[in-house]
């Protein structure tokens, strides 16, 4: 057995996700985890569908056990999202190698971007231009620019590039064995509006689907058939709009500041913006320089979750199951002595671990009462311990 593991979203799963696995298999890998977002995804919104259609979507699609990465750690930075995933990837104690996509598709220079971003991320310079008003990332770009020259600099522009180097970082910081393993993207570049031969990004689909256009050219069948199974019903922010106006008016400045990524006065921003009649108006006044959109959109997200800054003091608990196959079942035989955390597809059982899990599990069921609201009709209540997983 070759076991190689997938940090991943699927928001929806598209062909560029079916040639990631491809790329994955040809290079030996026999057997394939994917830690996957779960109701909501790291911009800071709602996945279009839900975590199980999505899960069940990406063992048709050549995952063979899908595990989810925990709420608090979806609704972070790259950093944190990335230690998150890769954790529970090593804390399974089989995983041979992580593969993810990249646009360079070189892992020597991912591997020097990932040293240099280590080495300035929390310099003096990077902390002055950070206090001078650039957003963390461009702050760090240009110290890593200036130090390192333009070619390591540039391969730290591009969104894949970022979260493979924060992959590696992760490796090296957890003292993992597991090896990185790249694939180069395919033709059309993350976020990019653009149908390029088979291939499209997520959001450019999920524009798509918002817009009614037929998809079938650029996802899976089964993806196709999730859509068209949701009949319009998809997940948004802005069906949160009046729950978002309500928590920010309500909202006191203590509970605001202790929401992670919160700080540096940040606060008194947010709750300044309550003033607004929609969340395009509080996203606009929250918003600088400094504040990314994504990075506003999380802590408005970990607001309505409940998730504090003391649940990120915990690395992910436990490794919840959302589908398999039978393969996915020789993964989990192969982890059975040698896992380091409880892995189960009952979110109840993992609950009654202990305390740091009753908290983990309070927060993902909060993350699906809020998920419910987010859908253009509004889902049950009280789904979170009585979903059926995919098994196959």
């Known amino acids: 057995m070759k076991i190689s593991g997938i940090v991943c979203e699927y928001n929806p799963f598209h062909n560029g996700h079916l040639y990631h696995i491809e790329k994955t298999r040809e290079n030996g890998a026999t057997h394939i985890v994917s830690v996957m977002s779960g109701n909501f995804v790291q911009r800071g919104e709602p996945a279009i569908a839900d975590k199980f259609s999505r899960a069940r979507a990406a063992v048709k699609g050549g995952a063979d056990l899908v595990i989810e990465i925990p709420a608090p750690y979806v609704l972070s930075s790259a950093e944190y999202y990335a230690r998150g995933a890769v954790f529970l990837l090593d804390a399974l104690g089989c995983i041979d190698e992580i593969s993810f996509g990249s646009e360079c598709g070189d ?101 798509m689907i918002n817009d009614g256009q037929d998809i079938s050219g650029v996802v899976p069948y089964y993806t196709n058939d999730l859509v068209n199974g949701l009949s319009g019903n998809i997940a948004s922010v802005s069906a949160l709009e009046r729950v978002i106006l309500y928590k920010l008016r309500t909202a006191s400045l203590d509970e605001i500041k202790n929401l992670p990524d919160v700080g540096q006065g940040l606060e008194y921003r947010i709750k300044e913006s309550a003033s607004g009649n929609s969340i395009d108006e509080v996203f606009f006044k929250i918003k600088t ?104």
């Open 107 to 207: 892992i020597s220079l991912l591997k020097e971007s990932a040293e240099a971003a280590d080495r300035y991320s929390d310099c003096f310079e990077t902390r002055k231009l950070v206090k001078s008003g650039l957003s963390f990332p461009d702050a760090l770009n240009r110290v890593i620019r200036e130090n390192c020259g333009e070619t390591v600099a540039d391969v730290l522009m591009n969104p894949n590039n970022i979260l493979a180097s924060e992959y590696i970082k992760a490796l090296s910081s957890l003292n993992s064995t597991i090896n990185p393993y790249t694939v180069c993207r395919k033709n059309a570049g993350h976020d990019t509006n653009v149908v390029c031969d088979e291939f499209a990004s997520a959001s450019c689909i999920r524009t």
């Open 289 to 392: 320089k400094r504040y990314t959109m994504a990075r506003i959109k999380r802590i408005i997200m970990c607001m309505l979750i409940g998730i504090k800054k003391g649940d990120m003091d915990n690395l992910p608990p436990y490794g919840r199951i959302l589908a398999m196959n039978k393969r996915g079942a020789q993964i989990l035989a192969q982890a059975k002595s040698k896992k380091r955390i409880p892995v189960d597809t009952s979110l109840a059982k993992l609950r009654d671990t202990d305390n740091v899990c009753r908290r983990f599990a309070e927060i993902e069921s909060n993350a699906s009462e809020v998920y419910a609201l987010a859908c253009r009709d509004i889902g049950l209540a009280g789904t979170e311990f009585t979903a059926k997983i995919g098994i196959t």
